[in-house]
């Protein structure tokens, strides 16, 4: 499952530690392999966001040691699912999918239960609140994941 925002700083990065951690709980470590990704990823190279370690730190969270990259061409073939944060990047990744992989393309939320949201808002140019927020939307995201690859 290959998670995507745009920078693959803050919140594609998150998603897949809390995944990751979400999956274990589940007592199903080899049942889905998770990695990020960006559409755009203009800090190709860097690691996450500072903000997003810390929060993630705060709830137990280890932060998956990975550098920002962009979706490649690859990725499409090799992921059975990616999962966009926004309608924005899913939609940048349905103009870059072959057509033959289109139905792997869904927003994370998708999977959340009982959300009135469907997008995972971009905290970057805000403050700690916007990456705790980015914490619960990934965790309801990742809950509903799990629970439906595991039933």
Do not use: Q, W
């Amino acid at each position: 499952v290959l998670m995507v925002c745009r920078g693959n700083i803050c919140r594609s990065p998150m998603a897949r530690s809390v995944a990751t951690k979400a999956i274990v709980g589940a007592g199903l470590p080899h049942a889905l392999k998770f990695d990020s990704a960006g559409t755009h990823a203009h800090y190709l190279g860097e690691k996450p966001d500072r903000r997003a370690e810390v929060a993630l730190s705060s709830r137990g969270y280890e932060l998956v040691r990975t550098r920002s990259r962009r979706v490649s061409a690859k990725d499409f073939e090799e992921f059975d699912l990616i999962l966009a944060t926004d309608a924005s990047n899913l939609t940048e990744l349905r103009r870059l999918c072959p057509p033959s992989h289109l139905a792997k393309l869904r927003l994370l939320l998708d999977f959340a239960e009982g959300l009135k949201v469907t997008e995972i808002p971009d905290p970057y140019y805000g403050n700690a609140e916007g990456f705790e927020r980015v914490l619960d939307l990934c965790e309801a995201g990742a809950r509903g994941l799990i629970k439906h690859y595991t039933l």
